[in-house]
């Protein structure tokens, strides 16, 4: 049994249905202990010892003792799984992004894009292309993050999965989650579980 943390807050940005969704998602899985909170300063010393942390958020304020428990965990082989609006939040903390491995810098207007998986990826197989309607983000990058699922834009491929180590840890960013039908999506579903199960592979929590 995993013990998996979930912090996630938010009605509109995320939206709540959406959020809802994923903390369903994750309580249904026979294999995860769920325990859920609204932010990174309510993170508990007891957290540091779960297998993977799930933030799912749009928030302004990071005080230096949340980065550091942030930190300690990823760095010490806790798996994180990133979605959305987490790249987009703490815009003046810099260290937190080097736990992400990217930094939010635009994004345009909610519309339908393809999702294209990188052949031979390493943690996704097994899986075809397939449709969401969401907000598109484009990212200031790591140059050591591995790209997994890819969209275009403006003839340009731009990553909506990578894969990336701080530390010890694991860290996984998926782009979709402005809107709630992409937490419904089948292939979406199966594509964060299957993150997840490998952001937390390195420790049993």
Known sequence: MKRVLLISAGLFHPPLLARLRLQRLLSEQANLLVHFIRSLEDVREEFLDYSAW????????????????????????????ALHSATASFKDCPAYFEVLGG????????????????????????????????ELYVHELNPAIQVHFVTELDQQ???VVWSFHYGKGRVLY???????????????????????????AGREG
């Open 174 to 200: 998926a782009m979709p989650g402005h809107c709630s039908s992409s937490l419904s999506h089948p292939a979406y579903r199966r594509l964060l579980l299957q993150g997840l199960a490998w952001v937390s």
């Open 54 to 81: 799930v933030l799912y958020y749009h928030q302004k304020k990071l005080s230096p003792q949340a980065l550091a428990r942030l930190q300690k965990f990823v760095s010490e082989g806790g798996g994180l799984l």
């Open 157 to 159: 491929l731009v990553p």
């Open 103 to 134: 930094r939010f810098l635009t994004h345009g207007k909610v519309t339908p894009f393809e999702i294209t998986p990188v052949p031979q990826s390493p943690i996704f197989s097994a899986f075809e292309r397939f449709q969401v309607r969401d």
